[in-house]
């Protein structure tokens, strides 16, 4: 049952009635740009992996030279369209903001011009980032093998709307928590700016913590680390997979099933404080990346892994290392090694013993200690906007739910 005042309406009904005036994608066929058209500035080009929370980030657009964008016949957005992305990447939704005067959109993307007499802009953005456009592009997209949601499939799309009086306060208030959350993802982004300048200058000595003055030297990964290649003789079945950003996870977490062999034998088994590399690329890790078992107490591991084990705390910090070998700098040496011979199957040709031998240049082990403890806290200090921002995140949805559906009614002025 409607709320009182509410109405419920598919797109092609609210495009009969002028409510939304445009809907409308990108240039299809001999007007699509060629890669030659693109300039160094000019009218913006924008596609669906320009849409960055809920914003366009016009740092990834491309541009057009006005004589070509002049030629253009269709897809020109303007301040204030809802921009819909339906094919390729679909789901993600911007309100566009800018002061250019147009805006050209690739074939990825749809705009919405609403009348602002009848419907408010920034509530059609907060509805169609909603869960009741999501499942009903999930259902279209279910009906075909292509991962796009067509224009004229989207004229299917039921919009429930309140009075414009209504709309716009619902917006307002869902806009609070957007800046809030804009806020948080700021204060995230600099935090991580801040610890990347932190690992650059604490991991290669050129910026000292006070009280060190002892010389850094080089010494090889044996010198620190002994090879593991101890198989899984105890039946431990808890297989575990490189992520690039989350460790060492559970394999059915990360592929969302599970890929290991039935028999687990001849897996390596890794223990706590373990590391491994993996010798695929991934985003963000050229070279491979290397984690350290951290959320088990123990896991098995396919034995395309390097394994190793720190030979004693001693002599080396298991923390230092696991920032060293995320920050990169084993890059130019896994290079010198692995450039012979190429990549098999996308893994680098990279053999355990010249891994072993490779160089690294560390301070003494308290040293090591406090460049750990000092980027263990701004780990923490990410960690606890991250959390920040999940929970604003989903108290947002939750208001979702109850303003957009009139389960819950505003205040109106």
């Known amino acids: ?88 990447t679909v789901g993600p939704v911007a309100l566009l903001k800018t002061s250019e005067e147009r805006v ?11 009348d602002p007499i009848k419907l408010n802009n920034s509530f059609l953005y907060q509805y169609m980032s909603s869960t009741y456009i ?17 224009i004229t499939a989207q004229r299917e799309f039921v919009f429930l709307l309140p009075p414009l009086p209504e709309q716009k306060k619902i917006a307002a208030i869902l806009s609070t928590w957007d800046r809030a959350i804009e806020g948080t993802e700021k204060l995230l982004a600099n935090s991580q700016q801040q610890k990347k300048a932190l690992m650059q200058q604490l991991l290669t000595g050129k910026k000292r913590l006070p009280g060190f003055t002892g010389e850094w030297k080089k010494h090889r990964l044996s010198d620190f680390f002994v090879r593991l290649m101890q198989r899984n003789t105890s039946g431990n079945t808890n297989v575990v997979t490189i992520s690039a950003q989350d460790g060492l996870v559970k394999q059915e977490e990360y592929f969302k099933k599970t890929v290991a062999s039935e028999t687990l034998d001849g897996y390596f088994l890794l223990e706590n404080g373990d590391f491994a590399y993996n010798k695929s690329y991934s985003i963000g890790y050229p070279m491979g990346a290397i984690k350290r078992l951290n959320r088990y107490e123990k896991g098995v591991v396919t034995t395309l892994y390097i394994c190793f084990r720190l030979k004693s705390h001693q002599f080396a910090n298991g923390d230092f290392f696991e920032f060293y ?8 040496g896994l290079t010198q090694i692995a450039h012979e011979g190429g990549r098999a199957h996308g893994l680098l040709n990279v053999k355990p013993a010249d891994f072993m031998h490779l160089q690294v240049t ?52």
Not at 9 to 14: I, K, M
Not at 15 to 37: A, C, M, Q, R, W
Not at 104 to 114: E, K, M, Q
């Open 1 to 88: 049952m409607l709320p009182e005042g509410w109405k419920e309406e598919r797109l092609d009904e609210l495009l009969k009635n002028k409510t939304i005036t445009v809907h409308i994608d990108g240039n299809h066929g001999s007007f699509y740009p060629k890669k030659e058209e693109f300039v160094s500035s000019g009218v913006p080009y924008i596609s669906a992996n320009c849409i960055q929370n809920g914003r366009i980030d016009f740092q990834k657009c491309k541009f057009l030279a006005p004589e070509k964008a002049d030629k253009l016949q269709k897809g020109i957005a303007k301040d204030g369209d809802v921009l819909f992305a339906h094919n390729a």
């Open 134 to 150: 999501d499942t009903q592009y999930e259902s279209i997209m279910r009906q075909t093998t292509r991962n796009q949601v067509p």
């Open 325 to 332: 070998f995320d920050s990169g700098l084993m890059n130019y």
């Open 104 to 114: 050209i959109l690739s074939t990825t993307l749809t705009l919405y011009r609403c």
């Open 362 to 413: 560390v301070p003494a082990v308290d040293e090591q200690e406090a460049i750990a403890a000092v980027l263990t806290r701004a780990n923490e200090e990410i960690t606890a906007l991250e959390s920040d921002l999940a929970r604003l995140r989903q108290e947002k949805k939750a208001l979702m739910q109850q303003l957009l559906t009139g389960k819950r009614r505003v205040t109106v002025d």
